[in-house]
């Protein structure tokens, strides 16, 4: 059975598709119209609205939380200052993923973690030693990420606060509807946006009033189909489609380091000792084996393929998640992970991971399409990622 | 080969440890938190004038082997040549006088309980016959089934081979028996109830079992199996003999020295910082305190791995034995025989040690606890006044998480339940008693540092004992943590006074 979300009333009102599926325990919704596009506009043009409350959430307090969560963490979280978010990943002794997620610091002994998937049995099992309390607070907080160009202009309007001076991974208080909120400019979009946290009893207002607000911004409710191609726009990764957590993996080969996945830019080495430090310096200097890449898929040639069947070319109206193989002639070098038409690009992007070797922008590698349910390959070139970086995400 | 070695821990083990390294020109320092050596085997103060000579009792499962190889004979050692005898209390007969001397043992079962003194003699058999095969797992470093090395494959290849040799018969013997429960497998050769609890009793010291617990057969025959002789003078005496010897080999002894922990740089001993505040600089550490201490006390969380922390954490290490001191006015009197006894027992019935052993399930002390009484004073007359003895007594059992915990009020139970239960067979015990002293496993684990107050450093078990113990990873003494070996009574063979686990990680340095 799965939770409503606080917001739950309003989502469940206006969500007309009846297109819903499970995130983290909690109803969620797909898309509010039966096609992604009005959603994915509003992200990318003006302001759409995702109810984030199913975003698993940790609240570590304690004198020690600053240091047992560098120990834990591939980067160092003592640094982090009051007020700033930090996007990381966890390792394993091994120096496998496994989650990722962002790092709050509320105050000068509390930070608030996400996760992809339930972590607590970890936190838990590395809390010997340090003087930290973690606590599940998932359902304690509503979360909307509020995302798009004219995002900043709502919330400042709907605060009464100028938050368009708030920091790329800051965060600061706020009321909102006359209540205490907390706004941190995150998101997972790829665009200007922000997240918006509220207790939950006082979810229902602060909904209301940015609908009521934001009308006028063009403000609209949006699903995670629209979501999931920004995401892919932006280059993000999704846990479980583009990597796979360690201890859930049932095999080795499944399993991918920070620097597999292209996070290797957020893994400091030198410093006190954290988990998987040993692993990932060996990593560092051995080099990895698999690399993770950003893929255009030649439009042209998809078309010529379609056309020999004698049909249109045809894709999908939202990204798509199963993974397809790679080659480089005969030989499997990878895979695509998840990918999308991106309709702001123009271009048919998609994530993969390839051998070592094959990361380099401008190789041309080929990937297996189905047309008729007849298997070909197309060609692919490596790009460079995000694939879609205004200038306001971070300014 | 000359850098120093720090000991950590000034126990049978520590010593064993630092001698053996000394004497193959190390230069040793060892550490030791307590103002005075020999841990678990350092006599201890009762009152003013009153002493016992070590925690422990036994002697006679020191390796005759670390003894040979360390000379302890040129610092004093000497094995008592008497056997080692033990009453069986009873409140009506004559008891069972257990003896390692084979004929007084069949004379005695021929008075005890005829119809047991052949089973009792193919029991000897069948234990001679496998003797050789526990003495050499017992004295070298256990098997490593995962190691990948043809070396080890050979060591496995012999170790197997000699198992072969023992014959089809008593090879499918061992197997049958070592899962089985102690009581089961006394039950199908002796008859009688009181033969049996005694001889069941020393199974269950250090494990977390009852008689009719799974496994038991296994500690008991490790037990069983390695003993010898015992050190004259007891625990204390060989606690002497290994100091000296260390000394002579030029070992640096610091005592009242706690260690803070260690320092490690990439995963590499560095150091070790004191509770003081110095720093000794060393790459090289050999620590004999247990695992949990050593790894999850010792070392700071960061520099240890998860899994292997988590690991060590769930090592099994509930102590449930408490230690109860008597001064006493004249002679310990018994009952149940005439004379002095230096070595009582007390449990008629196997089903009194499961009915004891039941309480610590539920966090309870034993209504009767099964005692383990030792009147060293027998022995050496300078432990207490002239005419005054001292008695030593393992009570078993008393849980280290006491439901309530372990209050004054706790302990004054767990005495008063100690001495009315060996009253029953002392009736003038109480009048002569001068003074008492209780020390719970909450007691041992702060006066000792014993994790748990555990006397063997982690219970012995199926799956805590050989490349088992204290967890596989660092079962042959070497460490996650490069420079830092373990030796204690968390390592293979195990606990008890036996100086093998400092003595083979010595070696394995």
Redesign the interface.
């Not at chain 2, 791995?305 to 988590?310: H, I, R």
């Given at each position: 059975m799965s939770r409503h979300s606080p917001f739950h009333e309003r989502t469940a009102a206006l969500c007309t598709s009846y297109r819903w599926k499970e995130w983290a325990g909690y109803h969620a919704v797909c898309s509010y119209d039966t096609s992604v596009e009005r959603e994915y506009f509003a992200f990318r043009h003006a302001a759409g609205l995702l109810d984030a409350s199913p975003l698993i959430k940790y609240d570590v307090r304690g004198p020690d939380a600053a240091a047992y969560l560098s120990r834990l963490s591939v980067r160092r979280i003592d640094k982090l200052a009051v007020g700033r978010v930090v996007y990381c990943c966890w390792v394993d002794d091994r120096g496998h993923v496994i989650d990722d997620g962002t790092i709050a610091r509320l105050d000068e002994d509390a930070y608030r973690v996400t996760t992809g998937e339930p972590e607590l049995w970890w936190l838990e099992q590395n809390r010997r030693g340090y003087d930290v309390s973690v606590e599940e607070t998932t359902h304690r907080y509503g979360v909307l990420a509020l995302q798009g160009p004219s995002s900043g202009a709502i919330l400042s309007a709907v605060t009464g606060t100028d938050l368009t001076g708030l920091r790329y991974f800051g965060l600061t208080s706020a009321r909102l509807a006359d209540r205490d909120v907390l706004v941190s400019r995150t998101g997972y979009t790829g665009d200007l946006g922000y997240e918006v946290w509220v207790e939950a009893e006082h979810a229902l207002p602060v909904w209301d009033t940015l609908m009521t607000e934001g009308r006028a911004y063009g403000i609209v409710p949006a699903g995670l189909d629209a979501l999931d191609v920004t995401r892919i726009e932006a280059g993000y990764l999704l846990l479980g489609i583009d990597y796979k957590s360690a201890p859930r993996c049932l095999i080795d080969a499944q399993k991918s380091s920070p620097y597999e996945i292209g996070l290797g830019w957020m893994v400091q080495l030198d410093r006190e000792p954290f988990i998987g430090q040993a692993a990932l310096r060996a990593e560092k200097e051995r080099g990895s084996e698999w690399a993770l890449v950003g893929l255009d898929v030649s439009w042209t040639a998809l078309e010529a393929l379609y056309e020999r069947h004698g049909l249109p070319p045809s894709l999908a109206t939202h990204a798509w998640r199963t993974a397809a193989p790679l080659y480089d002639g005969k030989r499997q070098i990878g895979q695509a992970t998840s990918g999308t038409w991106s309709p702001t690009l123009k271009r048919n992007l998609a994530l993969a991971t390839v051998r070592r070797g094959y990361d380099r922008v401008g190789t041309r590698i080929e990937i297996e399409t189905t047309v008729e349910y007849r298997r070909h390959t197309i060609p692919a070139t490596v790009v460079d990622r995000p694939f879609f970086d205004p200038e306001r995400r971070r300014s | 080969m000359s850098e120093k070695v720090i000991v950590i821990g000034g126990g049978h083990n520590g010593l064993t440890a630092a001698a053996t390294l000394a004497r193959h020109g190390r230069s040793v320092v060892l550490l030791e938190k307590r103002s005075g050596l020999g841990g678990l085997a350092a006599p201890f103060e009762i009152a003013d004038g009153y002493r016992v000579p070590g925690l422990l009792h036994d002697t006679d499962r020191f390796r005759p082997a670390v003894a040979r190889a360390l000379e302890l004979h040129q610092h004093g050692l000497q094995w008592r040549e008497t056997p080692r005898t033990e009453l069986g209390l009873s409140a009506k007969g004559r008891g069972v006088l257990l003896s390692s001397n084979r004929e007084a043992m069949a004379q005695e079962l021929q008075q005890h309980s005829p119809s047991d003194v052949q089973p009792y003699h193919r029991l000897m058999t069948f234990l001679d016959s496998i003797r050789h095969i526990v003495e050499d797992l017992f004295d070298s470093p256990p098997p490593a089934p995962a190691k990948r090395e043809l070396g080890e494959a050979i060591k496995m290849l012999k170790k197997g081979w000699a198992f072969r040799r023992l014959g089809a018969e008593t090879m499918i013997e061992v197997l049958r028996i070592a899962p089985m429960c102690i009581a089961d497998w006394l039950n199908e050769h002796f008859e009688s109830a009181h033969l049996k609890a005694l001889l069941a009793s020393p199974a269950l010291l250090g494990t977390w079992m009852g008689p009719w617990s799974a496994g038991s057969t296994t500690t008991w025959l490790l037990d069983e199996l390695t003993r010898g002789r015992a050190v004259a003078g007891g625990p204390a005496a060989l606690v002497d003999s290994l100091r000296r010897c260390a000394e002579a080999a030029g070992v640096e002894i610091r005592t009242g020295c706690p260690v803070r922990h260690l320092q490690?740089e990439?995963?590499r001993v560095r150091g070790v910082e004191l509770e003081s505040g110095e720093t000794i600089e060393t790459a090289s550490v050999l620590a004999t305190t247990d695992a949990q201490t050593t790894f999850?006390e010792l070392i700071?969380?960061?520099?240890l791995?998860?899994?292997?922390?988590?690991r060590i954490?769930n090592v099994r290490s509930r102590g449930l034995v408490a230690k109860v001191h008597l001064a006493l006015s004249g002679p310990l009197e018994n009952t149940t025989r005439p004379g002095s006894f230096e070595r009582m027992r007390t449990g008629e019935h196997v089903d009194d040690l499961e009915r004891a052993f039941d309480a610590v399930k539920y966090r309870q002390i034993s209504e009767r606890p099964i005692l383990d009484v030792w009147v060293p004073s027998l022995e050496d007359s300078s432990l207490a006044p002239k005419g005054h003895h001292v008695v030593s007594i393992l009570a078993q059992f008393a849980p280290y998480d006491l439901e309530g915990g372990w209050t004054d009020a706790a302990r004054v139970t767990l005495g008063d339940r100690v001495v009315d239960t060996l009253a029953e067979y002392a009736p003038g015990l109480k009048k002569r008693i001068v003074a008492r002293q209780v020390l719970s496993p909450a007691d041992l684990e702060g006066e000792l540092g014993l994790t748990g107050g555990h006397l063997y450093h982690g219970e012995h078990a199926l799956d805590q004992l050989a490349f088992l113990r204290p967890v596989f990873d660092c079962a042959h003494y070497r460490t996650p943590i490069e420079g830092l070996i373990v030796g204690g009574s968390s390592c293979h063979p195990g606990g008890g006074l036996t100086g093998v686990p400092g003595w083979l990680a010595a070696k394995a340095l």
């Open positions: - | 490690l990439n995963g999850l700071r969380p960061a520099d791995g998860v899994e292997f922390a988590e954490a």
